[in-house]
């Protein structure tokens, strides 16, 4: 896309999109809720509303358009690195009202400046990107003060339909994928993040993988089984996690007379079997896998089979082609507020048959969040480049929670391997001993 009014019109649809849904987020809670910390892991909803804003004014005002600030003194109060998520609450942070007020400022300002601004010339607003950024920062934004309405405590106050059904039946249990070369990461997707980039030759061998993300129903055979109860399933810190906190179920679950519950956005519902489980660590996941006799997929085999095309060798830009996502093709932009029970979305398959590789979870790797080869920092150190390391594992897919501007075959999510709150699930893989034959489901 190169013109630049389909630019900014793509730009002011992503900034407008991503508003809309921080004003449903916290406008469905009174003032007492959005200033209060509804978990040491999160930051309280009024503290969100207001990054989001200063991180726009800090780019788009500032950086792109050159303007001095409207708000310079609170740069330090939302600056996520120099604040941590549990002490947030005990910082002088703007007020409901005041915030809101920031965030109308910025954004009626930051209009103007994409009206106005070429979208060319400079790495910063090539192709919108930098509107695209913040765009996507915000849905990230999103992202986790859905998580903080999970984590509080009281009556629902966020509503949506049910997904679609789903059905397994006739579907193989999983689904060779050949060896071999194949494109990873991008280099020409306009609104990819530094970490994405760039592209890159990776060859891998032959592997089998779920063709559909672990459910409820199967991690419950994993309990059943004392799959919380031996060691030889679980890697050390992970043992040491689960016996440290007592941990014996997904977060959120809760056995009651004879049957799984979970609470989700303040309704207690039995846990449905056919769903994506949900709300677990890598260390549950991985220890999940060894009991199954699998193991997880590393990221470039998860990249390998939502993006391969074996008919044409080329990589696409998600399972189902390279056109934007639609409905039909992936729960995303929290128009559920669930997984879509397993076997959903036929229209979203990848060219190999696997199903669900986007929306409905994020899905643990085996990997660690590493750089590419050739990679940049872009356009700032934070984004990604001080998390590259062994600490923290990769994710990939997106979510229900996650909306299609942070969302694609190359996108990159990364967390802590203890991370439970968050929207996370799985699928396993295997080593190809025995040749490209599907199990039987």
């Known amino acids: 896309m190169t013109d630049p009014e389909a630019l900014r019109r793509r730009a002011?649809?992503?900034?407008?999109?991503?508003?809309?849904?921080?004003?449903?987020?916290?406008?469905?809670?009174?003032?007492?809720?959005?200033?209060?910390?509804?978990?040491?892991?999160?930051?309280p909803l009024v503290w969100d509303l207001a990054h989001i804003s200063n991180q726009e004014e800090q780019w788009l005002l500032r950086a792109v358009a050159g303007h001095p600030g409207l708000r310079p003194e609170i740069d330090s109060i939302y600056d996520a690195f120099e604040h941590p998520r549990a002490s947030r609450p005990t910082l002088p942070l703007l007020a409901p009202a005041e915030a809101r007020l920031y965030a109308s400022d910025v954004r009626g300002r930051v209009l103007d400046v994409l009206d106005r601004t070429a979208l060319e010339g400079r790495p910063l607003v090539d192709a919108a990107f930098a509107f695209g950024m913040v765009a996507q920062h915000e849905q990230q934004h999103d992202e986790t003060m859905l998580i903080t309405h999970q984590l509080r405590r009281g009556p629902a106050a966020l509503h949506a339909p049910a997904p679609p059904s789903g059905d397994t039946t006739g579907l193989p249990a999983e689904v060779y994928v050949p060896g071999g070369p194949f494109t990873m990461?991008?280099?020409?997707?306009?609104?990819?993040?530094?970490?994405?980039?760039?592209?890159?030759?990776?060859?891998?061998?032959?592997?089998?993988?779920?063709?559909?993300?672990?459910?409820?129903?199967?991690y419950q055979r994993f309990i059943a089984e004392n799959g919380y109860g031996e060691e030889r399933w679980w890697a050390p810190e992970g043992w040491e996690?689960?016996?440290?906190?007592?941990?014996?179920?997904?977060?959120?679950?809760?056995?009651?007379?004879?049957?799984?519950?979970?609470?989700?956005?303040?309704?207690?519902?039995?846990?449905?079997a056919d769903e994506p489980v949900l709300h677990?660590?890598?260390?549950?996941?991985?220890?999940?896998?060894?009991?199954?006799?699998?193991?997880?997929?590393?990221?470039?085999?998860?990249?390998?089979?939502?993006?391969?095309?074996?008919a044409t060798g080329r990589s696409l830009r998600y399972p189902w082609g390279d056109e934007d996502p639609a409905e039909e093709h992936a729960n995303l932009g929290q128009r559920h507020l669930r997984p879509a029970a397993a076997g959903?979305?036929?229209?979203?398959?990848?060219?190999?048959?696997?199903?669900?590789?986007?929306?409905?979870?994020?899905?643990?790797?085996?990997?660690?969040?590493?750089?590419?080869p050739g990679f940049t920092a872009f356009p700032y150190k934070e984004y990604s480049e001080v998390f590259f390391g062994p600490g923290h594992k990769v994710l990939r897919g997106g979510s229900f929670a996650v909306?299609?501007?942070?969302?694609?075959?190359?996108?990159r999510n990364w967390d802590l391997p203890v991370r439970r709150q968050i929207f996370a699930g799985f699928r396993t893989a295997r080593d190809a001993t025995t040749g490209p034959g599907p199990v039987a489901a």
Not at 17 to 23: D, E, G, K, L, N
Not at 259 to 267: A, D, E, T
């Open 185 to 218: 990461g991008t280099s020409d997707e306009p609104w990819a993040l530094d970490n994405e980039r760039p592209a890159h030759t990776r060859v891998v061998p032959g592997f089998h993988l779920d063709t559909v993300p672990v459910t409820n129903g199967d």
């Open 280 to 310: 677990v660590s890598w260390y549950e996941a991985d220890a999940y896998a060894r009991w199954a006799g699998r193991r997880l997929p590393t990221e470039e085999e998860w990249e390998k089979a939502a993006r391969y095309d074996p």
């Open 403 to 411: 909306d299609p501007v942070a969302c694609r075959g190359t996108f």
């Open 12 to 43: 002011l649809d992503a900034l407008t999109t991503a508003r809309a849904r921080t004003a449903l987020l916290t406008s469905c809670v009174d003032d007492g809720d959005l200033t209060a910390q509804h978990s040491p892991l999160m930051s």
């Open 344 to 372: 959903s979305y036929p229209a979203g398959s990848s060219p190999l048959g696997v199903r669900q590789l986007i929306g409905d979870v994020w899905e643990w790797t085996a990997s660690d969040f590493l750089p590419y």
């Open 241 to 272: 996690q689960i016996r440290r906190h007592s941990i014996g179920a997904p977060l959120f679950w809760f056995r009651e007379g004879g049957q799984w519950l979970r609470r989700r956005f303040g309704v207690v519902e039995p846990v449905p």
